[in-house]
């Protein structure tokens, strides 16, 4: 549609949607129909989020202004709700919306869909620090001991290798790539330090293998940050000096996306390893748990334990390069499974 063409169905709309003497206010499906948008509205937090093909406004009734994507602070001026409980809007509103979800320069970016733009790969442990290993008391004293530490990052490369092969677009990263100690605090500062444009995301995976004073214990399983921990996935700077009102609010809403996308992405590499290695361990499912890593990565995050070296069955098999390289197989498909879902998703999304 010419812009000629927009601004009068624009006037149209506002005719249509507004009721005398109101002629200035502008009805919920006016704005819709306007931005090509849909409403995601959120009852508990009071908020909603006008979601188009070129980006997301989250706004809240009876603020005056709104966000872009979650970054950028937009002044609209009165957004209400009527006696009965409909939303409305000025007509400043209403223009401004449409001006930051439609404007030129938001067509103009190379991808204006949410795309998956760095994956970080996490083999847990390292160096000085083994993690856990096999049964001491009963290990067989003519063979080395089997350290977490060897097993993750073995998986970890393999892993980091195909993911680099299959994007060579994206940015694939390794938080270790050799024997070497690298602190918790220092894997989140790399994951969370790299930088993405506008609709982009990225995840993080962390590999581990498990262990347990039951010696019967065995399988895989991954983990996923509990709903009710909340991180600080958003920044206030630039929101304004009425920024403590709403960023909690606008912090929840982007924190469950991230829940949502942590859920997906735990529950493919789950099916993924089910195919690779599932006729030879148990899965033992997708679990909420607290771990430092996925607690202070600021976007969707898993942490996956391949399997209990406490377990003598298992322990043989994680010692096997054969073996660890199905499990890295099955980790692979699950990731790219759910990252070309994600991109797909919102590549159908955006036609």
């Known amino acids: 549609m010419c812009k000629p063409a927009r601004s009068a169905a624009l006037l149209l709309l506002l005719a249509a949607g507004a009721a005398s003497p109101a002629f200035a206010k502008v009805s919920l499906w006016a704005v819709l129909k306007q931005t090509s948008g849909k409403l995601e509205w959120y009852s508990g937090l009071g908020m909603g989020v006008i979601e188009t093909p070129d980006g997301e406004f989250v706004f809240k009734p009876g603020v005056s202004w709104g966000l872009l994507d979650y970054r950028q602070r937009i002044r609209t001026g009165a957004i209400t709700r009527s006696p009965r409980g409909d939303l409305v809007f000025s007509s400043a509103a209403a223009r401004a919306i449409e001006t930051a979800l439609t404007r030129p320069l938001r067509s103009s970016r190379l991808s204006s869909r949410a795309t998956i733009a760095a994956i970080v790969i996490d083999p847990g442990h390292g160096g000085k620090d083994p993690g856990t290993s096999d049964d001491p008391f009963n290990r067989d004293p003519n063979h080395p001991p ?155 995050a898993v942490l996956i334990e391949v399997g209990f070296v406490s377990n003598p069955e298992e322990a043989t098999l994680l010692a096997k390069p054969s073996y660890l390289a199905k499990l890295a197989d099955g980790i692979t498909l699950g990731i790219e499974r759910f990252v070309d879902s994600f991109d797909g998703t919102n590549e159908t999304e955006s036609r």
């Open 146 to 300: 089997l350290l977490e530490k060897n097993i993750v990052l073995a998986i970890g490369l393999n892993v980091y290798h195909q993911l680099k092969a299959h994007y060579p677009h994206k940015i694939v990263v390794i938080t270790r790539d050799r024997d070497v100690y690298v602190s918790l605090e220092r894997r989140t500062k790399i994951a969370n330090a790299i930088k993405l444009a506008p609709n982009q995301e990225k995840i993080f995976v962390s590999i581990h293998a498990n262990a347990s004073f039951y010696r019967g214990a065995r399988g895989f399983e991954v983990w996923y940050l509990p709903p009710d921990y909340q991180r600080r996935v958003i920044r206030d700077k630039g929101l304004g000096s009425d920024a403590s009102a709403i960023y909690p609010i606008l912090n929840n809403l982007r924190e469950q996306e991230y829940e949502r996308d942590s859920i997906r992405l735990g529950d493919s590499i789950l099916q993924g390893l089910h195919e690779t290695v599932g006729r030879y361990e148990p899965d033992r499912g997708l679990k909420a748990q607290d771990w430092f890593v996925v607690r202070n990565s600021r976007m969707p």
